[in-house]
């Protein structure tokens, strides 16, 4: 029979499907469920449009309005690469092999409000006849048959997690057919997700393949549960074009053995976490045994070459000479584009990326590993895809890697007029957008040009989610630009105008309104917009430029008031505080009322002493509000890194450039000194820095405080931050509490999963957030952190000169920085799946985790720091432990955390303590002093500007 056969996993789960593409269309129904004027609240408001959790009743309504139509073809039975139909959808029958929480993932992220359908087929064969229950898990709607009759479904809506129920049913002897039928209602982050787990003695699952062997499939499919990719990121060696820094470059169609994914030509189709064969929840990945003896023998011992201790890279990782590369070396441990694959010796593989050959590539696993160089790569996101090298084996492994930008700085060179000057010529030769417009405009290089601002203009036409970013920056040109295409800047203006600029004013949409960021680009957008075209009316609400600047400008007041005075709650967020400083500098800069450019001006301030004091060489490593998997696997992807490139020299200068650009172009608003010394200062370092305020239920859609407390200890060679008591305890969303870090590819971190997924519409997901926050506390170099589940360690031994493990201990260095990890068991290494030799799993409970960073000038070789190690002490929700020379900490999960016995608690000031700036309760300015440079920023009005 052309079939492959797979196992279910050991809960049951089916792990092995055929999928279709998720079709998606837009939701044109929404008059007809909300109103589009008059007051936005209410239970009914039109406000449940824009925000995740508070729509999921909403979009139960909206699906039980619009049913998939009934009667018609379901498809029976499915086929790889067979083409089938659902009503007037059509779509490709394409595998997929899901990752360990066996959900088959669609999520998509919807800038305009969306119905999504899916379908996923799975032919299982059953000995025996007998009755059986199916547990069917997802966020939205499914219809469940079996051989094309309906056995049982649901219509209940989730945000995030995914709910679950029971099917019973009559599964006969041989071979049965089930296929799911999975709807959603996207708005913003949509998550798009199946489960199904079957109960009673085991089944098999049959994939039907044309041509396929079973038995040769068979073995492959053993063989790949073996194969891991050693580096989630590789790093271009030097720029390829303008592709090579867009955001929303795609890139050629993966060209493979089996029909292309639907997904790699549409941005709205299946994107299933398939092929992760990830070990959270599942047990397809490998692992490295738990308290062995040193992967490396040689890991600690400083062999001199070249001025630096060296050592081989751990079994299955090829160290990354530049030899072998044929590439120069991004920096220690780095090498050019290319995926380095681990698995069994000697294992013949074939490979596919997005962007190769036709054929794919034909590698031979030596020493456990080959390295593929990836030719004629565009994109930033690539899919890797393993199969064997073999005819008739259709079974293969799919991987997700990030290529990164090659332009990375751990240490200031030139001048601040020569970073501007870098910033604008990498921004004006980005592409299209309109950063690249703004900056050729600022070097001369021609008209403000159609093209460039087509999806500016086109994510405003539609008001999709995000478009007041592009909101500001076509104001920026406005303002800045003197030359246009014909017609162009009349276009601008009629965009402009018919803009909705709040959740007050008329409109049924799902653009974001409710966090923090997008508050204050709102409210300069508006402002900016408003007295730009004073006279105009603007036929959305019926008001004059004027008055809608009167509008944004309260509003913008009071946002700004409350920031400067307390912080922000979205803290240090290496995603968001840049977006606060696009709004910030563009009221600074445009904003004709002196006040509150002022007090813009002075929040911006505050905002680059964050950057400045809470990041170490480029990296922003310090704990935050929000972030996202790809700038925690990497800083050269951070929204705050081209920030820190123009103003401080160190940094990446990647894709996310709108806030930079505007920065580089302004003419009133200038980096105070007092922050660049900090910024430039390599010394040790301890700081704290409290943020407090208050949610408001119409701003926020919550009403309660908020707060967090960020400890930083850095030095010339490491970086140990965290957020001290954050509400542990509470559900996660996309905090990042903890790392440390030692480079832009190696921050060291744990979190608590609620899933496999990395996509940014999983909150939270495997590495961004936590299921539940973790209670953490540091003191200095050290920190204890707890757990009440299931944990991971992000440990890249790729990116690391040296690793090595000691009993409890697992310890990696980078230069002559050095951190240690411990948890009860200790932890060995995930050695297969989309995180080899990155991910770390713990040998016990994982519910407490110790975290140790040292350096060479203080704590001698890599070999004696780890030496030096003690044991912690593990108990029932508690940890104690005392560095070398340190005091003796104790967490426990309730009650205080004590140093020495002492009590330490978290007081609610000063607000900032550094050796910068010491801010107190009650304080009406903030001054930042170092070296021979000082700044003041008043804690009401801001700072002045010049005219």
């Not at 123009?646 to 990446?652: Q, W």
Request: some cysteine.
């Amino acid at each position: 029979m052309s079939r492959t056969i797979h196992r279910l996993a050991r809960d049951g789960t089916i792990r092995d499907w055929l999928i279709g593409p998720a079709w998606s269309w837009p939701a044109g129904d929404l008059h007809q469920h909300l109103r589009a004027d008059g007051s936005p609240w209410g239970p009914d408001g039109r406000w449940r449009l824009t925000n995740g959790p508070d729509a999921t009743p909403l979009k139960e309504t909206l699906l039980r309005a619009n049913p998939p139509p009934a009667g018609g073809p379901v498809p029976a039975a499915a086929a790889e690469a067979l083409e089938f139909r659902f009503h007037h959808h059509v779509g490709t029958w394409q595998r997929v092999h899901t990752a360990g929480d066996g959900l088959v993932d669609w999520s998509a992220f919807c800038f305009t409000p969306s119905y999504r359908l899916a379908l996923a087929a799975a032919t299982v064969e059953a000995d025996q006849a007998e009755w059986r229950e199916l547990r069917v898990a997802s966020t939205g709607p499914v219809r469940l048959l079996l051989d094309g009759v309906e056995i049982g479904g649901s219509d209940r809506v989730s945000y995030m997690e995914p709910l679950e129920w029971p099917v019973r049913v009559w599964l006969p002897a041989g071979v049965s057919t089930l296929v799911a039928v999975v709807r959603q209602a996207g708005f913003r982050e949509c998550r798009h997700i199946l489960r199904v787990r079957v109960g009673g003695p085991p089944i098999r699952v049959i994939v039907p393949s044309p041509g396929a062997d079973e038995e040769a499939s068979a073995r492959a499919e053993d063989l790949l549960d073996a194969v891991g990719l050693a580096s989630c990121v590789a790093v271009r060696p030097e720029p390829v074009g303008a592709d090579a820094v867009r955001r929303d470059a795609v890139g050629p169609e993966p060209v493979r053995p089996e029909p292309v994914r639907p997904d790699a030509v549409r941005p709205d189709a299946a994107r299933p976490d398939a092929a992760r064969p990830d070990a959270v929840g599942g047990e397809s990945a490998g692992r490295e045994p738990v308290g062995a003896e040193p992967v490396r023998p040689d890991a600690a011992r400083p062999d001199a070459v070249g001025g630096e201790p060296a050592g081989r890279e751990p079994v299955g990782v090829e160290a990354a000479g530049v030899e072998a590369a044929g590439v120069e070396a991004a920096g220690r441990g780095l090498v050019g584009a290319e995926a380095v694959l681990t698995g069994p010796d000697g294992s013949r593989l074939r490979v596919w990326w997005t962007g190769g050959p036709e054929g794919g590539r034909a590698v031979t696993l030596v020493g456990g590993r080959a390295r593929v160089p990836l030719d004629g790569v565009v994109a930033r996101e690539v899919s890797v895809r393993v199969g064997v090298d073999a005819s008739a084996v259709p079974v293969n492994r799919e991987f997700d890697l990030l290529v990164l930008p090659f332009d990375h700085r751990e240490t200031a060179v030139g001048t601040p007029g020569e970073w501007r000057r870098e910033l604008l010529t990498h921004a004006s030769s980005s592409g299209t957008g309109v950063a690249a417009e703004l900056a050729r405009a600022e070097l001369g290089g021609g008209p403000v040009t159609a093209d460039g601002l087509a999806r500016a203009l086109t994510m405003i036409s539609q008001r999709a989610d995000c478009a007041d970013f592009e909101a500001v920056g076509l104001l920026h040109l406005w303002h800045r630009a003197d030359a246009w295409e014909p017609g162009l800047r009349e276009a601008v203006r009629a965009a402009l105008r018919g803009f909705k600029y709040w959740i007050d004013q008329p409109g049924l949409d799902a653009m974001c309104y409710f966090t923090e960021n997008h508050q204050l680009v709102w409210h300069t957008a508006e402002t900016l917009a408003g007295e730009a075209l004073g006279d105009d009316v603007f036929p959305n609400t019926g008001w004059t430029g004027r008055r809608h600047a009167e509008h944004g400008r309260e509003l913008a007041r009071e946002w700004i008031a409350r920031r400067l005075a307390g912080g922000f709650s979205e803290f240090d967020s290496n995603a968001y505080l840049a977006i606060d400083l696009l709004a910030l500098v563009s009221l600074a800069e445009l904003g004709t009322d002196r006040a509150l450019a002022e007090a813009a001006a002075g929040l911006a301030d505050r905002v680059l002493f964050s950057l400045a004091a809470n990041s170490w060489r480029g990296v922003h490593g310090c704990a935050h509000g929000r972030s996202y998997v790809g700038a925690l696997r990497s800083s050269r992807l951070e929204e705050t890194a081209p920030i820190m490139r123009l103003c401080f020299g160190v940094g990446a200068l990647n894709d996310a450039l709108l806030p930079a650009t505007v920065l580089a172009v302004a003419r009133r608003y200038a980096v105070p000194d007092a922050i660049r010394a900090v910024a430039a200062y390599d010394g040790d370092w301890s700081g704290r820095q409290n943020n407090r305020g208050r949610y408001l239920p119409d701003r926020d859609l919550l009403d309660r405080p908020y707060g967090s407390d960020v400890v930083v200890h850095r030095t010339a060679d490491v970086m140990l931050a965290s957020v001290q008591d954050y509400r542990c305890g509470l559900p996660g969303l996309q905090e990042h509490v903890w790392g440390a870090t030692l480079g832009p590819e190696t921050q060291i971190f744990v979190t608590q999963p609620p899933n496999a997924s990395v996509s940014p519409s999983s909150r939270p997901n495997a590495w961004a957030g936590d299921h539940v926050l973790p209670r953490v506390r540091q003191h200095g170099g050290t920190l204890i952190a707890l757990y009440t589940g299931r944990t991971h360690a992000w440990f890249p031994v790729r990116h690391l000169d040296e690793q090595a493990a000691r009993g409890v201990w697992r310890a990696g260095r980078r230069g002559d920085g050095y951190v240690a990890l411990a948890t009860d068991g200790g932890a060995g290494f995930a050695t297969a799946g989309p995180e080899a030799w990155q991910e770390l799993l713990p040998g016990g409970t994982g519910a407490a985790w110790v975290c140790v960073v040292g350096r060479r000038a203080t704590h001698g070789s890599f070999a004696a720091f780890l030496e030096s190690l003690p044991a912690p002490e593990f108990g029932p929700e508690r940890a104690r432990f005392a560095a070398p020379g340190g005091p003796l900490l104790d967490l426990p999960w309730t009650g205080p955390f004590t140093v020495n016995g002492r009590v330490e608690a978290i007081a609610p000031g000063p607000r900032i303590s550094d050796p910068a700036c010491a801010l107190r309760p009650g304080d009406e300015e903030m001054t930042i002093a170092f070296g021979d440079a000082s700044h003041r920023i008043h804690l009401r009005t801001g700072r002045p500007l010049p005219p």
